[in-house]
């Protein structure tokens, strides 16, 4: 699986939009960049998953830049519940139900 | 629909002792994985099973091992316990094994294991 590129915290603001980059400089053209994120003392949550193109769902969206070297997870309107560690994973589609984590982004929001 | 349940939440143990964890998956999900989490580490795969078989398994020593029964269930135990052993044992169901589809794991609230 590619290896991945996430800054290691950021602040946000209650209200505003978050913008979570992630590296993804040597991603096959089979993998697929996933997003998941885990709230202190919970287990992970699956936010969105794309390949190429552009993905929006009820949470966030997710941009991949055309040569798919990198993507953004917005947060269109972040609020204090979203407070939590963002995992960005690259993996290919038969990989089973096997997900490797980075280290994250640990994203606070202030009100 | 009930979410993935581990069962025990929390539980201390003593070097040497051995220790059993189990999981129930979302109704009607076959494919149970898990998953240890430290602060050393981070988030680490153990194994995946679907169908009562092991379909993939992470970089663990043979202490570590997992089973799955009909009822998709499953639980994983650890064998004489190490201080390193310390940590939260996560278990996510999917409905089948590699959710290529929608890449979607639902994860439980875990498992702290402390080891003295």
């Known amino acids: 699986d590619a290896k991945t590129t996430q800054p290691t915290s950021m602040d946000c603001a209650e209200g505003r939009a978050a913008n979570l980059p992630c590296n993804h400089s040597t991603i096959s053209g089979n993998e697929y960049v996933y997003w998941y994120r885990q709230i202190h003392s919970q287990g992970p949550q699956y936010i969105i998953h794309g390949l190429k193109n552009n993905e929006t769902n009820e949470m966030a969206s997710l941009i991949i830049t055309e040569d798919r070297k990198s993507s953004t997870l917005i947060l269109p309107h972040a609020t204090l519940r979203d407070t939590a560690v963002y995992y960005c994973i690259v993996r290919v589609r038969a990989a089973g139900n096997k997900l490797t984590f980075g280290g994250g982004t640990r994203v606070l929001v202030k009100p | 629909k009930a979410g993935v349940t581990q069962t025990p939440r929390y539980l201390i143990k003593t070097r040497g002792q051995q220790v059993t964890l189990s999981c129930s998956p979302i109704s009607g999900h076959r494919s149970v994985s898990w998953y240890q989490q430290t602060p050393g580490q981070g988030l680490q795969f153990l194994f995946e099973?679907?169908?009562?078989?092991?379909?993939n398994k992470g970089n663990f020593p043979g202490r570590f091992s997992g089973r799955q029964f009909s009822n998709s269930r499953s639980e994983m135990n650890v064998s004489t316990l190490e201080l390193g052993d310390s940590a939260l044992y996560l278990c996510a169901s999917s409905p089948f094994p590699g959710t290529i589809n929608t890449g979607e794991l639902f994860f439980g609230e875990g498992s702290r294991l402390t080891v003295l």
């Open positions: 099973y679907f169908s009562e078989t092991q379909r």
